[in-house]
């Protein structure tokens, strides 16, 4: 992988994220080489300990009271830690925090939540089989041989007196409920338990660490079960990172995340391939050569912006992604959208030309010139509008060119695939020597591949290796942590947008990302660099962070927009910064 980064963000190395399935079988791999598996959880919640000491002497030091402040208060002598456990190895990652936290002088409570009395009977009665126990239950063992405090969850809360609300208030709350095993939706007590904790700790103003990944986050998809999972500050990530920490819910509910690598899985020559990989920076861009004219930096075709009989037509979606091809430095643009908008487009973007979208042969003309076609923005969904779909997605195939599929493209394009359309293979083929990008939301997936939005949102990726084998090409699916699937010798590789926010989810975003896409396709020069789909999600991403101001060093705030006014007509003078600085100086974000 190309490591050259220009940095626009505090971490700008790629990050290797995997799934639950392969982080059981990198422990898995260690323990067959004869390594303990207690070991490992001692060696987890001992590092863990350490760095939860620290995370709250930084925040007593960010709240600006010294920690001897903080514990000369009467009723908080001691530092105090709320942890709470579940059955699972995630559990006795929280009993051995708890021991070793206690170790370290701080006042402990361990809340178990899901033990039932036969439980902890069968622990006792299974004396003679200690080499069988789980390692979750040896920590337990461990944790209450040294006389750690513990209350079962089920019984304070029917007890619900003053007393109980009093002892569990903490310093730091902890969340060893579920890490990697948690595959379903927390019912009943854990529910409950997850709610409880989130209201304790928000009440006790208190630090929320979770103990690998937050409860009720599934680490392979990034999905939360309807809002039912802890709210954490900080994630201790052990092993290797989630992929779900990094995508979807994981953005809200992760906090910040640290590593705890403990085992040197990425010395195995047999390395696992990792699910995905978070980017946070976008590759270096070299400076134009001087001795260069407007046909060295590519032409672009915009097709879309259509107004259908009786309605008020969708033109913005085509200036609005011709503004910002432009913006990333394509040499030229010409803009195939319905007469009707040729002077709003001209009056915006004069550097643009016009063709109207229903003079086909015009439009065929063009599509031989041009050196990239995107089509679908504002395009319509009407039977007219679907035909010139055909009609142009056709010639682009016959004329080898590289085509940007989005928006209403991608709703015909699931019509065509429902009909057995002989264009669904020939886009396939076209795909395997030429880049055919395509970028849908959850929703126009969901059409894609004939399914509802909320099977697409259970796992993303499980959708966007489906679209690509359905369809072929490179793609996107939009969203928070978009995700990009990428496939230049066959063979699949997923990346995850680590930079972008909320301010972004308004009318006509993606528009602009389907003319970042066009504008680094375009540009021949960049070929020798990274002028891939990542890298155009990651440019596009940028713009909107500068745009709210998730810059640390941003000198320049005339571009400050703020997320709630964020608008996609700001986008082109973003991305235009964005480019400036990824061809010359560094800015941080975040
Ligand atoms: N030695 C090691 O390997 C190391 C492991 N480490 C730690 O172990 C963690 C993984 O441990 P784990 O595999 O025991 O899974 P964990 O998440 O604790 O428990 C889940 C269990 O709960 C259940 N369950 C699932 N969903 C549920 C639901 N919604 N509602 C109710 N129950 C539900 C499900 O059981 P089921 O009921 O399906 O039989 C499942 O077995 C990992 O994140 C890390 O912290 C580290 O210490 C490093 C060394
Ligand atoms: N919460 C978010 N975090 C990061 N990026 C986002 C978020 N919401 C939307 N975006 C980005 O903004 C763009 C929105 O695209 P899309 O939904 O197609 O908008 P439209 O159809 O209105 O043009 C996508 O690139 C998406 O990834």
């Known amino acids: 992988m190309d490591m050259q980064t220009n ?54 030091r960010d709240n ?13 002598r001691q530092r105090r830690a709320s942890i709470w456990v579940g059955k ?7 009993w051995l925090i708890a021991y070793y936290l206690q170790q370290m002088g701080w006042q402990v409570q361990v809340i178990m939540v899901g033990f039932d009395k036969d439980d902890s009977n069968k622990d ?14 040896k920590a337990k063992k461990t944790a209450l041989s040294a006389n750690c405090p513990y209350r079962s969850f089920e019984t304070s809360t029917d007890r619900k007196n003053e007393e109980t609300d009093k002892e569990i208030r903490a310093d730091v709350y902890i969340d060893a409920l579920f890490g990697i095993g948690l595959d379903r939706a927390p019912k009943n007590v854990y529910k409950q338990a997850i709610f409880a904790f989130n209201e304790a700790a928000q009440y006790a103003e208190a630090l929320i660490i979770a103990v690998d990944i937050p409860s009720g986050l599934v680490a392979s998809t990034g999905q939360v079960f309807d809002r039912i999972a802890i709210q954490a500050d900080v994630t201790l990530c052990l092993i290797a990172r989630k992929f779900g ?8 509910y992760s906090g910040a995340v640290i590593d705890i690598p403990l085992i040197p899985y990425h010395l195995d020559s047999n390395e696992l391939i990792p699910f995905a990989t978070l980017m946070t920076a976008a590759h270096t861009l070299k400076p134009r050569r001087q001795n260069s004219y407007k046909g060295s930096y590519g032409h672009v075709l915009v097709i879309g912006g259509n107004r259908i009989e009786g309605s008020q037509g969708m033109g913005g979606a085509a200036i609005l992604s011709a503004s910002s091809t432009m913006a990333t430095g ?9 007469e009707a908008f040729h002077s709003a487009l001209l009056t915006s973007l004069p550097d643009a030309m016009t063709v109207d979208l229903h003079d086909t042969d015009w439009v065929n003309r063009l599509i031989g010139q041009a ?12 039977e007219k509008a679907k035909l010139i779909f055909i009609s142009y997605v056709q010639a682009a195939i016959v004329v080898g060119k590289p085509i940007i599929i989005d928006a209403d493209g991608l709703y015909h394009l699931a019509s065509l695939h429902s009909e057995n359309h002989k264009i669904i293979a020939e886009l396939k083929k076209h795909s395997a020597t030429h880049q055919v990008c395509l970028t849908p939301h959850s929703g126009e997936a969901a059409k894609l591949l004939n399914k509802e939005i909320n099977e697409i949102e259970a ?33 699949a590789h997923i990346y995850v947008c680590g930079v972008g926010n909320a301010g972004m989810a308004t009318a006509g975003m993606g528009d602009v990302l389907s003319g970042v896409i066009a504008g680094l396709l375009a540009q021949e020069d960049l070929k020798q660099e990274r002028r891939s789909l990542h890298q155009a999600v990651l440019i596009h991403g940028l713009a909107g962070d500068i745009l709210v101001n998730q810059t640390s060093r941003n000198d320049d705030n005339s571009l400050l927009v703020g997320q709630r006014g964020l608008q996609a007509q700001d986008m082109p003078a973003a991305i235009r910064h964005v480019i400036q600085h990824m061809t010359s100086s560094q800015i941080d974000i975040k």
């Open 245 to 252: 920490l990094h995508t979807k819910d994981g953005l809200d």
């Open 124 to 137: 006792d009665s299974n004396k003679d089989k200690q080499d069988c126990v789980s390692d979750a239950v």
């Open 64 to 76: 600006k009271s010294s920690v001897q402040e903080i514990t000369s208060r009467p009723y908080a």
């Open 330 to 338: 394509a040499g030229k643009i010409t803009v195939a959208c319905h």
């Open 7 to 60: 940095s626009f963000s505090k971490n700008t190395m790629p990050i290797r994220l995997y799934s639950s399935e392969q982080l059981y079988a990198m422990e898995q791999a260690w323990f067959a080489q004869g390594n303990d598996s207690f070991g490992l959880m001692q060696q987890a919640a001992w590092q863990m300990a350490q760095h939860i000491e620290t995370l709250y002497e930084n925040k007593c």
């Open 459 to 491: 796992d993303r990726v499980a959708a966007i290796r489906q679209c690509a084998t359905t369809y072929g090409g490179d793609w996107v699916l939009k969203g928070a942590g978009s995700l990009i699937l990428e496939q230049p010798s066959g063979q």
């Open 371 to 382: 050196s990239v076609v995107a089509i679908g923005m504002g395009l319509g969904r009407d």
């Open 88 to 94: 699972g190895n995630n559990g006795g990652d929280g």
